[in-house]
């Protein structure tokens, strides 16, 4: 009877230990499996952003291609594929041809070759068929000419025209371009300088004065004599202006027409020239020259422009500095506004508000709030921010302005303001946790030594729930510096090289459109001429806004944790 029930016990254990379900391990492999899926998902994204973003500048070599038909074409190799041939094509080839095709089972291999000189063909890449090819050369001559105007240019230097000293020995053209290049881009920055800069002050100082002018006009109660006086003011100050731009464009004409004395002719591999300005080219790449060093030099140059310079060629090359820069002001205008009214608002819910039906009413209109479609937002922002508050802010201190708006249209303090809408709701959620972490006893403690409830709340809660504020902040400003259809309708635009910063008063224009690395990726990936130019500059832009948002996230994470280590110890 014993020896029954005790093989009865065993068999009910050992049942019990084959069933998995009872012991969940298949919930724990399948929990762990999607963990695993998801950082296999976020490590192949970096991966595939820092790849194709760190080797997109690197420079390759430049292939001249004889094909078959007698044509003769350049460009430097940028990826290749496999494709299955199609049957009418496939009768169309040589018996021989036809066979080696059928060997590799129908499939032949095409290059996609970077061959530039949009302004001669009307296209810069093209694929070639590796069985279209006769031969391949590599010649030394070839070189790549990165332009201001129409992308790049491939081939070979036909002859420099330094103020009518006309050269065209290639050793001699070799040994003197790039010093005339330098020389060219110096010209070009004074050029910019007198009519961006000393320019741009005359133009501005002129429309002050007009707007001065208007703004006395506009006045109901402003008599003949100040009317008379005003009129005259704005006459004096403007033939003075004009005066001094007269003078600054005959000096940007005597520039110019000095540097339209310094050209170059180039011509591509089929013969076709192109007369240039040497102003107008950025760099000389001999590509199949350059040793890796030289390549390094090359892919370090491009890296610098990129951080540093303006957008050019609809913004497919050249730099996204202005990105850059909107991009991280708007998200400290936003950081500075939702900062305060989230951690607030989490204040007076957790800490003052009596808890019932109203408050839980506005707990779940927050967290509603965090769902709703980041372009609602948009339309929002634009409805109110721009054209009521805008509106008013117009109509009461830059009537003289109208009916061309300042502050009515899109903008980046509209910007800030609408994405710090955006996530409030993420501070709100994320500061009432940290609130709720903090230990009732604390602040018991604190009432019961004579504090004040705001005394409490400075000292003790506040203290102790700021690790977890700046988690809220922390995330709520990743998903802000991301976001981009907001901003599409409230300031953000394809093209403002000009900064929203600059030595006029008030110095910072909050008024002005600028420049989001989010838009600038959407609008070069999917608005530009050519996707296959724009491919390079969408993952190098990527990378500059993860990078970005990495920076500034390490840096409030690495504060969070001085403030933790801080309450917790006593001490940094």
Not at 365 to 389: D, Q
Not at 397 to 418: D, H, I, V
């Amino acid at each position: 009877m014993r020896s029954s029930t005790i093989s009865s016990s065993k068999r009910s254990v050992f049942e019990t230990g084959c069933n998995l379900t009872a012991q969940g391990e298949p919930f724990v492999w399948s929990m762990a499996g999607g963990l695993a899926i998801g950082i296999l998902m976020i490590v192949a994204f970096l991966v595939l952003i820092l790849w194709n973003g760190l080797v997109a500048f690197y420079p390759g070599p430049i292939r001249m291609l004889h094909l078959k038909n007698g044509r003769v074409m350049a460009g430097e190799p940028i990826r290749s594929e496999l494709y299955r041939i199609d049957s009418q094509k496939l009768s169309q080839m040589s018996e021989e041809a036809r066979r080696t095709v059928m060997d590799r089972g129908g499939y032949s291999r095409r290059w996609l070759y970077k061959t530039g000189n949009f302004d001669l063909y009307n296209d810069d890449y093209r694929w070639v068929d590796d069985d279209d090819i006769e031969r391949i050369e590599t010649p030394n001559d070839l070189v790549l000419i990165e332009r201001r105007e129409w992308g790049p240019f491939i081939g070979t230097i036909q002859m420099l025209n330094i103020d009518g000293e006309k050269i065209t020995d290639p050793s001699e053209i070799a040994r003197r371009i790039d010093h005339e290049i330098q020389h060219a881009a110096a010209r070009f920055e004074a050029i910019r300088t007198l009519e961006r800069d000393r320019i741009g002050d005359i133009n501005h100082r002129m429309e002050a004065a007009r707007l001065a002018l208007r703004k006395v006009m506009m006045k109901p109660n402003v008599g003949a004599a100040e009317r008379e006086a005003a009129q005259k003011r704005h006459d004096r100050e403007m033939a003075e202006w004009k005066e001094r731009y007269e003078v600054l464009e005959r000096e940007v004409d005597a520039r110019k027409a000095e540097d339209s004395r310094f050209r170059v002719v180039l011509t591509d591999v089929e013969g076709r020239q192109k007369e240039i300005a040497i102003s107008q080219i950025v760099r000389r790449i001999p590509a199949n020259e350059l040793t890796t060093f030289g390549r390094l030099g090359v892919y370090a140059g491009r890296w610098w422009e990129l951080v540093s310079a303006e957008p050019r060629e609809a913004n497919t090359e050249g730099g996204i500095f202005p990105a850059i820069f909107g991009t991280f002001v708007m998200t400290l205008l936003m950081v500075v506004v939702v900062a305060p009214f989230g951690v607030m608002a989490a204040l007076y819910l957790r800490e003052y508000a009596r808890q019932g039906m109203l408050v839980s009413s506005v707990r779940v209109c927050v967290n509603n709030l965090a769902g709703v479609p980041s372009i609602v937002y948009g339309v929002f922002g634009l409805g109110f921010f721009a054209y009521t508050i805008g509106g008013i802010v117009d109509s009461l201190l830059y009537a003289e302005k109208l009916p061309n708006p300042t502050f009515g249209t899109g903008g980046l303090l509209w910007s800030a303001l609408t994405l710090a809408l955006l996530t409030v709701p993420v501070v709100i959620v994320a500061t009432e946790e940290a609130l709720s972490a903090v230990p009732d006893s604390l602040r018991e403690g604190s009432l019961a030594c004579g504090a004040s409830r705001w005394q409490t709340i400075k000292y003790v809660v506040l203290p102790k729930a700021m690790p977890g504020i700046l988690t809220g902040l922390i995330l709520a400003m990743a998903r802000g510096a991301g976001e981009v259809a907001p901003l599409m309708l409230v300031g953000v635009v394809k093209l403002a090289p000009e900064l929203p910063i600059d030595g006029n008063f008030p110095f910072l224009h909050l008024e002005r459109s600028f420049m989001h690395l989010a838009f600038h990726i959407f609008d070069v990936g999917f608005q530009s001429r050519n996707s296959e130019a724009g491919k390079p500059m969408v993952f190098v832009t990527t990378l500059i806004l993860v990078g970005m948002i990495a920076v500034l996230n390490a840096t409030a994470i690495y504060v969070r944790n001085r403030l933790k280590r801080k309450y917790m110890t006593g001490h940094f």
